[in-house]
């Protein structure tokens, strides 16, 4: 019977080798739950941002049709023409719809009592005012009050700004209003736009009164519609689409509306979710250094099971439940983490967002945080965890080297596999949370691409230092770089951990201070503080005396409001009709389900949101709008053209019929038109040609009158026409006196306290820096886990060497010299090689991403390279005092 | 029965191999108590871990109770090893995050034996570690540890029992009770006993003797009775 393999009987159980592995885990329950624990805060990431985004969405969609106020809203600029009030009756018999009407416009408050001004949104609002959703009043219920006299009820912000009180007097134009009490709670409105220009509700039939809506003036009409029978208010919308854009009447279903708000909520919670993921994905980097160190303090372990009878099967059986249930601890308390970051982000969002959200548990996001986040443990263990099967019983009695033992073949064909579900997992799970293939596909060949580079650069190190190392150098320095490379050294984890958590935060931080460098107000070259609009032909010579009176007018505009009527001949109705008949067709062969209609409306959505879309076509929005243009000879210096000519002599002296006009640059873009082209405009009801000689690139974020069109003087001297005067003047209580003294004389003409919006801005700006800052700790504090992971995985050697060293007369010094140079050279290379990494990684995210410039922080950068460094020193430090820690004997005898 | 066929084991160094063992061939019936002795560095240990099965010899067979070693891949020869087979080494080798009982109810549980935990505390009544089931190896002395490592040894009722210097970790007199231990369990058990030692006078307590030097089996003695 020899030559034979014996004949296998039942081996053991499954409830038996559960039981093994329970108690074997005794001691490394505590220490691989530190590793796992590097995955947490990846997993509290990803749980806490969607089950927000998911709270957000839920609450939008609750909310809806609260939030624009009715199933339907038409808009239009100006009051309702008889066309457009023709098919509102229409659409009122059809479906029986009730309406309620808004009016809303800014407009100067002034407080009798107190002298105070202030610009404030007036919103006019029908008795039925509104038809969803409930408005809270302080003191209660004064909404019904409200439509009973010449009532307001205001924003709390205005009270406090013009040291009001509910009983005072507010002015608007020519009409005095009694404040009647103050709006706590009013569907649809997100702070911000409260701080920008507190709301002023008053009964509609007041309005007249205040002889405020004169001709051109900036209003927004609407009309709010409620749909009793059960229709979709969505397939009404596009049914009426045809009169809808005939009228030039602007309609939003209330479906429409969440889509476009939960869309941009997506988007963020995408970006966010993004950086959770990466972290995640840092974490696993962490988890795989963590159990590799596991791995060698298992080895004489394994040995013994092996000479018992255990097969390599059964061993790598244990340890990967062992690894498996300590990751989905690991996740799990991520996940409960996440919770508890949910229940936060209302409060520091909140001023954000639309709507009041309600935070609930949401089991979808807390389960796929979990998923995700025991997978990444899992996929991250097993590739340490492979090695136990090489584990030979003979170790028993003749023990390797640890780094020998666990050597792998590269071709060994489980860890190609390991390595191949790896990879996969990353792309696949990356791909899952982006919204496109493509993004997610870049995001993880990036991800993978750092790791790589991380690899190679850590090889380069360990190169360079065996190159270079000298015998004359002294003994400690020697030792120190010798660490770099020698068996069983730590030079690529620590590399990949320190270079990757480098790269993640400087990435970050790079992005942010990028994005937020647009917001930066150029305050320089400019002084201007007061702006105001609004200001009709008659008024202007005496609102301009009245302003230099106090100070200084910088720029006075007239402003023309237009939209575009023809480009080269073609009617703008019929380019749109075409291109609405050309997407229709396209998405009707792409069609999944016959939503074809719908999808001509997604296309133009995305289009209207700037989404990068094809350069062919006209979109329809940019031929839609509303153009408030001027005309003016010279160029300022917040523009600068970049192709064409400046209006020439001939365009401004000329009264050719043919006047000459400057676009912005991107709006050309959208327009699809190029120098040369004619652009017949309707200046309310008179069309108006001109040629296209130039275009701009205009700094849109100085404070300073911009338009998208500029025209030659001689082609709208004579259109209907406002004034827009830029102002600086000096002192607080000028500014406001000057306010009050114009809104008295000239009710209409509205005032903009420069300071007030750039106060606003930057306390935005703070609030999303804060936010991003937030996000960069966060990943810093992941890095902190990983990093001991990855130092925890040789420190069994480096403690044994130095209890070595110092049985042979080290000292503490010279240790500690030693672990200095091995750590120093780690830590530097490791963070500089983060650091070029995300200078390339948010110069590529700026660039093609969120299309703005890109200039490297390079201070900033440096202090976190610094910072990382220090960490990585320090960490290293630890691990010495430990050996100090330890006997000798203890230590020898472990080995 | 234990058979040795020409066993050879080489290791590579450098680029040159280097012959640890040189065609050792001998034969030990089943119930026999043999010595392997020699100076440090004869091929003593290495030995042992072949016929064991740890490890593979370059050339030459190895036949443990009737199953060619050579001929097995090494999950194969770790099933055999768990059914036939029990250890004792030097340095006691106890799992130690695993309790004495727990230690020595592993081999049982391997092979799905029921009943492991009444087992274990049987085999350490029996070692005279009753009492100590529920303590680790570290709080155990070196030669309770030993004991607990016999009383695994013996879990499975092995075929054959090798050991390896179970005595060169422990002093003299705590050394002469570990070993009459092993040799009285062993005569209830019936297992053949390989034992490894440079120790003389453990080696004389064998019935025979296989003494090797440099690699090579130098001889083959029988005990007088």
Redesign the interface.
């Known amino acids: 019977?020899?030559?034979?393999?014996?004949e296998?009987?039942?081996?053991?159980?499954l409830r038996?080798?559960a039981?093994?592995t329970w108690?074997?885990?005794?001691?490394?329950r505590r220490r691989l739950l530190l590793y796992m624990s590097a995955i947490s805060l990846g997993v509290a990431a990803l749980v806490a941002i969607d089950s927000f985004a998911a709270n957000v969405t839920r609450s939008i969609r609750e909310q809806s049709r609260a939030l624009l106020g009715g199933d339907i809203s038409f808009t239009s600029r100006r009051p309702f023409s008889p066309e457009q009030q023709a098919l509102l009756d229409s659409v009122k018999q059809q479906y029986n719809a009730e309406f309620s009407r808004i009016v809303t416009f800014p407009s100067m408050a002034l407080i009798q009592r107190s002298g105070g001004t202030r610009l404030v949104q007036v919103r006019a609002v029908s008795p039925n005012y509104p038809l969803y959703g409930i408005i809270t009043t302080e003191p209660a219920d004064r909404l019904v009050a409200l439509q009973t006299g010449p009532n307001v009820l205001v924003d709390p912000s205005l009270l406090v700004s013009l040291s009001a009180r509910v009983g005072d007097t507010l002015s608007l134009g020519l009409a005095r209003f009694v404040i009647a009490g103050v709006l706590k709670d009013v569907p649809g409105s997100p702070g911000v736009a409260e701080i920008i220009g507190p709301r002023v509700m008053i009964p509609e039939r007041y309005l007249p009164e205040t002889q405020l809506l004169v001709f051109g003036s900036t209003a927004e009409y609407d009309m709010l519609a409620r749909i009793p029978s059960g229709a979709d208010p969505q397939k009404i919308v596009i049914s009426l689409r045809p009169q809808l854009e005939r009228t030039q009447l602007r309609a939003v279903s209330a479906t429409r509306s969440e889509e476009n708000t939960t869309e941009a909520i997506q988007e963020l919670s995408e970006f966010i979710g993004i950086v959770g993921l990466v972290a995640l994905l840092l974490g696993g980097v962490g988890v795989a250094s963590g159990v590799r160190a596991f791995v060698s303090r298992k080895i004489?372990?394994v040995?013994?099971?092996?000479?018992?009878?255990?097969?390599?099967?059964?061993v790598l059986a244990m340890y990967v439940a062992q690894a498996a249930a300590m990751g989905l601890i690991g996740a799990v308390a991520g996940a409960a983490l996440g919770v508890l970051v949910q229940f936060g982000l209302p409060s520091v969002f909140g001023d954000f967002l639309p709507v009041d959200v309600k935070v609930t548990l949401e089991p979808r996001a807390i389960i796929t945080g979990i998923l995700v986040g025991g997978w990444i443990a899992l996929i991250f263990s097993l590739r340490p965890l492979l090695a136990l099967r090489n584990v030979?019983?003979?170790q028993?009695?003749?023990r390797d080297a640890d780094s020998e033992i666990l050597r792998m073949r590269w071709n060994d064909i489980p860890r190609v596999l390991v390595n191949v579900a790896l990879v996969a997992s990353v792309v696949a799970i990356t791909v899952f949370r982006s919204s496109e293939v493509q993004q997610g596909l870049w995001i993880s060949a990036a991800t993978l691409g750092v790791l790589g580079i991380l690899t190679l650069s850590a090889m380069f190190l360990s190169w360079v230092a065996r190159r270079t190392l000298r015998q004359r150098w002294p003994y400690v320095v020697r030792q120190g770089v010798a660490n770099l490379y020698r068996p069983a050294n730590q030079t690529q984890s620590v590399i990949l951990s320190l270079g990757f958590g480098a790269f993640l935060i400087t990435t970050l931080y790079l992005v942010q201070s990028n994005l937020l460098n647009r917001f930066e107000i150029s305050a320089a070259g400019s002084d201007a503080n007061l702006v105001f609009f609004d200001i009709q032909d008659d008024q202007l010579p005496g609102v301009d005396s009245l302003v230099r009176s106090r100070g200084r007018v910088l720029q006075t505009a007239p402003v023309v409001t237009m939209r575009i009527a023809a480009i080269n001949d073609r009617r703008s109705e019929d380019i749109i009709t075409e291109e609405r008949l050309r997407r229709a067709a396209d998405s009707l062969v792409r069609a999944r389900g016959g939503a074809a209609a719908d999808s001509v409306e997604k296309a133009a959505d995305a289009r209207r949101r700037g989404g990068a879309g094809q350069p062919s076509g006209r979109p329809s929005w940019a031929l839609r709008r509303e153009y408030r243009s001027t005309y003016r000879d010279t160029v300022t210096s917040g523009e600068k053209v970049v192709e064409g000519k400046w209006f020439g002599a001939s365009a401004l002296n000329s009264n050719s019929d043919t006047g000459e006009v400057s676009l912005d640059s991107d709006v050309a873009g959208e327009l699809n038109v190029k120098i040369g082209d004619i652009i017949t405009w309707n200046v309310q009801g008179v069309e108006i040609p001109t040629r296209l000689t130039s275009l701009r690139e205009v700094t849109w974020a100085r404070f300073e009158p911009n338009f998208f069109a500029v025209f030659s003087p001689s082609s709208m001297r004579n259109a209907p026409k406002q004034h827009v005067i830029l102002a600086s003047v000096e002192g607080n209580p000028v500014v406001s006196a000057l306010q009050r003294d114009i809104v008295l004389r000239y009710p209409n003409v509205s005032s903009v306290d420069l300071s007030l919006i750039r106060e606003t801005i930057e306390r935005i700006v703070t609030k999303v820096s804060t936010a991003v800052r937030f996000m960069a700790l966060f990943s810093l504090a992941m890095g902190i886990p990983v990093l001991f992971s990855a130092v925890a995985a040789t420190r069994r050697d480096r403690i044994r060497e130095g209890v070595l060293l110092k049985t042979l007369g080290a000292s503490r010094g010279q240790i500690m010299r030693i672990l200095l140079a091995e750590y120093a050279l780690l830590g530097l290379l490791g963070s500089l090689t983060g650091m070029v990494l995300a200078i390339g990684g948010g110069w590529a995210l700026t660039h093609f991403v969120f299309e703005a410039e890109f200039t490297p922080a390079l201070v900033p950068a440096f202090l976190i390279a610094g910072a990382m460094l220090a960490l990585t020193i320090a960490i290293g430090l630890l691990a010495g005092r430990d050996v100090f820690r330890e006997t000798p004997m203890s230590a020898l005898r472990e080995a | 029965m234990l058979i040795a066929r020409e066993v050879t084991r080489e290791y590579r160094s450098g680029d040159h191999q280097i012959a640890v063992l040189k065609g050792v061939s001998f034969e030990i019936p089943q119930g026999g108590f043999v010595a392997i002795v020699g100076p440090s560095g004869s091929g003593k240990t290495t030995l042992l871990g072949l016929l064991a099965g740890l490890d593979t010899p370059t050339h030459g067979k190895v036949i443990l109770d009737g199953h060619d070693l050579t001929a097995m891949n090494e999950n194969q020869r770790a099933k055999l090893r768990g059914e036939k087979v029990g250890f004792v080494f030097q340095s006691f080798q106890l799992i130690p995050t695993l309790t004495a009982r727990e230690n020595v109810q592993v081999p049982l549980e391997l092979q799905g034996v029921e009943g492991a935990a009444a087992r274990a505390d049987e085999l350490l009544q029996r070692v005279g570690l009753g009492e100590r089931g529920h303590h680790f190896p570290m709080q155990l002395s070196g030669g309770e540890q030993q004991r607990v490592a016999i009383a695994r040894a013996f879990a499975n009722a092995p075929r054959i029992l090798f050991a390896d210097e179970p005595t060169g970790n422990l002093d003299a007199n705590t050394g002469v009770r570990v070993f009459d231990l092993l040799e009285s369990l062993n005569r209830e058990q019936g297992s053949t006993i390989v034992l490894v030692t440079h120790d003389g006078v453990l080696a004389q307590r064998a019935a025979r003797t296989i003494r090797l030097a440099d690699g090579a089996v130098v001889s083959d003695t029988e005990a007088a009775a």
């Not at chain 1, 019977?1 to 014996?6: F, N």
């Not at chain 1, 296998?8 to 159980?13: E, K």
């Open positions: 019977m020899t030559g034979s393999a014996p296998f009987q039942q081996r053991a159980s038996q080798l039981g093994l108690r074997e885990s005794r001691s490394a004489d372990t040995a013994i099971l092996r000479c018992l009878g255990a097969s390599s099967g059964q030979s019983p003979l028993t009695l003749r």
